[in-house]
């Protein structure tokens, strides 16, 4: 018999910037949403526990203003509507799952990476020490709005890394900055797709 999937995982954007906030800060943010969670559970039909005021401090500086807070929120079915974050429907059994993975939740650690992309804000996350190249380009190559394939590179000094794909992140050191730059089958374009990521990182 095939194993079940969980009910509820967030996707791995999601993870990866989470894994961005210093441990106590992170520990922190999914200590507020369990809090949230648990009282929709224990309550699920009181409307009061399924908005928040997204302009409250304690929204605004445990869980919105950390990296990833707004991606979980999103993940777990929240939508903003004006100043609330409201949740909809959501059933019991996602509700424990979520719970269960705020539990259980082992940020990824080791390098954190800012990948500039031709179009739209970079992308930030983080990656273990022994993940590599390849596992950053598909990374990027899901998560960016022009979609697959993507070479990476650095900007300074300026070098595109298509040829190391198994080499492990952590020749690049605990935080460095990236360009993610389309494969292109023509050579003329591809060049001018990287000399223009290369001008929008370095400035």
Same mark, same amino acid.
């Given at each position: ?7 509820? $995982?967030?996707d /791995?954007?999601?993870?990866?910037t989470l894994s961005l906030?210093?441990?106590?800060? $992170?520990?922190?943010? $999914?200590a ?8 929709i ?8 526990f399924r908005?928040l005021? +997204?302009?409250s401090r !304690?929204?605004?500086t ?6 990833? #807070?707004r991606e ?8 903003s509507?004006?100043d609330?974050v /409201?949740f909809?429907?959501?059933?019991? %059994?996602t509700l424990? %799952?979520? $719970? !269960?993975?705020?539990d259980?939740f +082992?940020?990824?650690?080791g390098? /954190?990476l800012?990948i500039s992309l031709p179009?739209g804000p970079?992308?930030? +996350? %983080?990656f273990?020490?022994?993940e590599?190249?390849?596992?950053a380009t ?6 960016a709005p022009?979609?697959?394939?993507? =070479?990476?590179?650095t !900007?300074?000094p300026?070098?595109k890394?298509e040829?190391?794909?198994?080499r ?10 990236l360009?993610?730059?389309?494969a292109?089958?023509?050579p003329?374009? #591809? /060049? @001018?797709? =990287?000399?223009? %990521?290369?001008? @929008?990182?370095?400035?």
């Amino acid at each position: 018999m095939a194993a079940r999937a969980p009910a509820w $995982l967030p996707d /791995e954007r999601t993870r990866r910037t989470l894994s961005l906030n210093k441990e106590e800060d $992170l520990r922190d943010t $999914l200590a507020l949403v369990k809090t949230i969670l648990s009282k929709i559970v224990e309550a699920p039909e009181e409307k009061k526990f399924r908005r928040l005021r +997204a302009s409250s401090r !304690a929204v605004q500086t445990r869980l919105l203003g950390r990296p990833g #807070g707004r991606e979980l929120l999103k993940e777990l079915g929240a939508k903003s509507r004006d100043d609330a974050v /409201e949740f909809g429907g959501a059933d019991a %059994a996602t509700l424990a %799952a979520a $719970l !269960a993975w705020c539990d259980a939740f +082992a940020p990824t650690t080791g390098v /954190e990476l800012k990948i500039s992309l031709p179009r739209g804000p970079a992308l930030r +996350a %983080a990656f273990g020490k022994d993940e590599t190249l390849r596992d950053a380009t598909a990374f990027v190559d899901a998560c960016a709005p022009s979609g697959a394939p993507h =070479v990476l590179g650095t !900007a300074r000094p300026p070098e595109k890394f298509e040829d190391r794909l198994d080499r492990t992140l952590d020749f690049l050191g605990p935080r460095a900055a990236l360009v993610a730059t389309p494969a292109a089958a023509d050579p003329a374009a #591809g /060049e @001018k797709a =990287v000399d223009a %990521a290369r001008q @929008k990182a370095l400035r």
